[in-house]
């Protein structure tokens, strides 16, 4: 029987120490990692033969649209749903994300990340529910602008290859950064541009940025991120500007 | 003195439950939301066609009163007609509201928001976001309730599991149980009412178009505790999967509402079945009667494509810069998991299980048979009858939270007496309760293994009550049901610990799977008559004189009850249902 060799970094809880496990599972066809973690947890036990507990991880859609599966895979951060086994080098290696606390195995927990959401006011302030008629026209050229950036599922792949984030650094991050330009291009959000602009011009906002341009590399969803933190820079820039000859 | 303000507990994040909890913070009530997943990463985010509403922008005619009649007739005349009626009044006003929060909605030229065809229909009746409809949608009422989080008004319990309902002595619904699934702590939360929101139970078949949250474990507890399990055997088996080892990945409706093709080799050639047996409406034709045509075709005439069971979707023919506008979302997913180019290769494809009409009975104020419980969203039972139209579960899901959240504040100030008067006990025991379950299932040292129960099962209910029933084969998937709910007697976890062990969780969930699986097993059996996506071959006829009624299931260990109950048929009268 044809097999497939995982290598998993596990750790009980954050204050514990790590420690690899290897395991064989049964290849199938077009089977993702997702696939072997189940295996694994209908047979727990290593390679060699010991027992094992199943190992933690978080998933949810398994379609990545949901940024649930993060993990770094063979070294690279991404979504383990989309990690196909027949595209990658064995044996497996599996590891939790590293900009965020482990919480088991490849579980980590990335409550910074909509805490940022919130930091940013990523949203468009409606007046209510009620039925008050239709919303602004949108020319389909910033349709496509914005659906791109709607995309964002807060996956922290933009975070986990930043230099500037880290437990010691307050950063936002990219992709809480590009949520400002969504709103801030939305006819409606537009209004609320200048106050959207306030909370990135502080500590661990925009100037944390270090462009080293990781991010846009690594993002599942192909968002432009380092245009929108060039283009806030400049929105920025001018805002302060305009603030200093207002004042 | 300060006004009392009604507090709401919801249970899942997704659009129904997000839905519900802005109109209660708006409504002047808080809420506490409690999920399984942080509710951005909700099932609501793989919807990808659509969102129907009779915008009527494309000067076709469309109208209210054609969706209205398209989602009864679609359902088989099986729906309730009072709250599906009232659904689509409201659909065009939820397009505005969402496009007013900013859903990216695609446009046409003069800025407006562009319309699309979905099945069992003959309009453009269906917004769109991309292929991705369900995930903007979610993420705006995300945003949304963030901003009331940011207030106040809302609080999050993210990696939480609802475990139990406490109900007072008059079996009033005063507050729940969950259990943090990062460190197994078992809590219980006092309210004025209890929204379950928990979405569909695809995992009960193993591998569906579902996610893995998806269990039913909720709507199962509940059913377990009294509340009617409604319509159960109505499983909606979609037409165009991607099979796959771990789940099977929707390929949207919307890919045949942009001129995609089904077919597979006849005789040498290519033979577009759906368009020769159904010239009407063709490729879309509702998910049930495509789903029995391919099954037709590859079980029974033996034409699947390379001799196994698929056949292709076929969407080469189109212009690329329309496909990537449209169906970017889907066309992505299929390139990364098959590794073929959809734009040029056709798909290949074959049906798996979607979506569950039925679900927990609800009145129309969305309350369920216990007084302070209701329910919202896939698990309730209203408004798709025996079979959901594409691009009406997004449009269901914010309407039911439109009603749920408004009828939950309007409950909570009718009540005579409040949470907080009762004495702690009641809350006390139903925390020592489920704390024993879980002893019991860490000390447990039998053989069995959950996930290989779950296997079991899946494979039990995917091959007996799914497309094509006999009664035989549904009786021997309860007593198999069965066999396995004693396996489960024996198992023992993997992992004892406490902390974020994810055996003890999926443990429990399973044990609820397998109650339900028998609720939808056994209505399926009894329901004699083929209708909407319950299609038996021994009785191929929709019977109206007998079975023009919801199944209502009560839980029993042992035997559970079925009665009947009639559908309110006000608006609309059956017809032969035919798309010829």
Redesign the interface.
């Known amino acids: 029987m044809k097999t497939v060799r995982f290598k998993i970094k596990r750790q009980?809880?954050l204050d514990t120490a790590p420690y690899w496990e290897e395991f064989e599972v049964p290849y199938?066809p077009?089977?993702?990692v997702?696939?072997a973690l189940?295996d694994i947890?209908?047979?727990?036990k290593t390679a060699d033969g010991k027992?094992?507990?199943?190992?933690?991880?978080?998933?949810?859609?398994?379609?990545?649209?949901?940024?649930?599966c993060t993990m770094i895979v063979n070294g690279k951060v991404r979504q383990s749903?989309?990690a196909?086994v027949d595209a990658l080098q064995q044996p497996i290696c599996l590891e939790p994300m590293t900009k965020f606390p482990v919480?088991?195995d490849l579980?980590v927990?990335?409550k910074r990340m909509?805490d940022a959401?919130?930091r940013v006011?990523?949203?468009?302030?409606?007046d209510?529910?009620y039925?008050?008629?239709?919303?602004?026209?949108?020319?389909?050229q910033d349709?496509?602008i914005?659906?791109a950036l709607?995309?964002c599922?807060?996956c922290g792949c933009c975070l986990e290859v930043c230099p500037q984030y880290h437990d010691r650094s307050p950063f936002v991050g990219a992709a809480a950064l590009s949520q400002v330009r969504l709103?801030n291009l939305?006819p409606?959000?537009k209004m609320q541009e200048e106050e959207r602009l306030e909370t990135i011009m502080g500590e661990g906002g925009i100037e944390d940025c270090g462009n080293a341009q990781n991010c846009v590399r690594v993002c599942p969803k192909d968002i432009p991120l380092t245009t929108s933190i060039a283009d806030l820079n400049r929105k920025t820039t001018a805002y302060a500007l305009k603030k200093f000859f207002r004042s | 003195m300060a006004v009392r303000k009604p507090k709401i507990i919801v249970v899942g994040g997704g659009l129904a439950g997000l839905m519900t909890t802005?109109?209660v913070c708006?409504g002047g009530g808080t809420v506490q939301l409690f999920s399984v997943?942080?509710v951005?990463?909700?099932?609501s985010?793989?919807a990808q066609g659509g969102i129907n509403a009779a915008k009527n922008t494309k000067g076709e005619g469309d109208s209210i009163e054609k969706h209205f009649d398209d989602t009864i007739y679609g359902g088989d005349f099986l729906a309730n007609q009072e709250l599906p009626k009232r659904m689509c009044e409201a659909a065009p006003?939820i397009i505005?509201?969402l496009?007013?929060?900013?859903v990216?909605?695609?446009?046409?030229?003069?800025?407006?928001i562009d319309l699309r065809r979905f099945g069992g229909t003959l309009y453009h009746r269906t917004a769109f976001?991309?292929a991705?409809t369900g995930?903007?949608m979610l993420?705006a009422l995300d945003?949304?309730v963030?901003?009331f989080?940011?207030e106040n008004k809302v609080q999050k319990f993210e990696y939480w599991e609802f475990l139990s309902l406490i109900l007072d002595e008059n079996r009033i619904c005063r507050g729940m149980v969950a259990m943090n699934l990062?460190t197994l702590e078992i809590q219980s939360f006092a309210a004025d009412a209890v929204v379950l929101a928990t979405g569909g139970c695809g995992m009960i078949f193993g591998r569906s178009t579902n996610?893995?949250?998806c269990t039913g474990s909720a709507a199962s507890i509940a059913y377990q505790a009294g509340v009617h399990y409604a319509n159960g055997e109505f499983i909606q088996v979609h037409p165009t999967a991607i099979p796959?080892?771990?789940?099977h990945?929707?390929m949207s409706e919307s890919a045949r509402g942009e001129g995609g093709r089904v077919w597979t080799y006849k005789d040498g050639k290519p033979w577009y079945f759906l368009e020769e047996w159904y010239p009407k409406y063709g490729n879309l034709v509702p998910r049930d009667v495509a789903s029995r045509a391919i099954f037709k075709v590859v079980k029974e005439m033996g034409l699947g494509v390379e001799g196994k069971e698929l056949v292709y979707l076929d969407l080469s023919h189109l212009d690329r810069k329309k496909l990537d506008?449209k169906l970017g979302?889907i066309l992505e997913?299929y390139e990364?998991?098959?590794?073929d180019d959809p734009h040029k290769v056709p798909m290949k494809i074959f049906p798996a299980v979607h979506y569950s009409m039925g679900g927990l009975w609800i009145d129309t104020n969305h309350m369920t048979n216990i007084s302070g419980l209701f329910a919202v969203g896939e698990v309730d039972y209203q408004y798709h009858g025996a079979n959901r139209l594409g691009a009406n579960s997004l449009v269901s899901c914010v309407f039911g939270g439109?009603v749920t959240g408004p009828k939950t504040l309007e409950y909570a100030k009718g009540l005579q007496k409040a949470y907080e008067s009762f004495p702690s006990t009641l809350y006390d025991q139903a925390v020592l309760k489920q704390k024993s379950i879980h002893e019991g299932l860490l000390k447990s040292e039998g053989s069995e293994?959950p996930?290989?129960i779950h296997?079991d099962l899946g494979k039990l209910m995917t091959n007996h009550v799914t497309v094509i029933r006999y009664n035989d084969k549904l009786q021997k998937a309860d007593q198999e049901i069965l066999k396995l709910i004693e396996r489960y007697r024996h198992i023992s976890l993997?992992?004892t610990?406490y902390?974020?062990?994810?055996?003890l969780p999926?443990a429990r969930e399973l044990y609820n799977m397998l109650h339900l699986a028998r609720a939808i097993a056994i209505s399926a059996f009894h329901r004699n008559e083929s209708r909407g996506a319950h299609y038996k071959p021994d009785f191929p006829d929709r019977n109206d004189a007998e079975f023009l009624k919801t199944s209502k299931m009560s839980f029993h260990p042992e035997s559970p009850r079925l009665v009947y109950e009639d559908v309110d048929q006000r608006w609309i009268k059956p017809r032969p249902r035919k798309y010829v």
């Not at chain 2, 951005?40 to 099932?43: I, N």
Request: proline share 4%; net charge positive; glycine share 10%.
């Open positions: 009980q809880s199938r077009g089977m993702n997702i696939t189940y947890a209908k047979n727990p027992a094992t507990s199943a190992v933690a991880w978080d998933a949810n859609c398994l379609e990545e649209v949901c940024g649930a749903c989309s196909l919480v088991r579980r927990n990335r909509f959401l919130k006011k990523a949203w468009i302030p409606i209510g529910t039925d008050l008629g239709e919303g602004p026209k949108l020319s389909p349709q496509h914005g659906y709607s995309k599922m807060t709103f939305h409606t959000g | 802005i109109k708006e997943v942080p951005k990463r909700s099932h985010v793989c006003a505005d509201l496009d007013r929060m900013g990216m909605f695609n446009r046409t030229d003069e800025g407006n976001a991309g991705t995930q903007q993420y945003e949304q963030r901003r989080e940011s990062y996610s893995t949250a796959g080892e771990d789940k990945r929707l506008e979302g997913i990364k998991f098959v590794g439109m293994n996930f290989k296997e993997s992992d610990s902390g974020a062990n994810p055996v999926f």
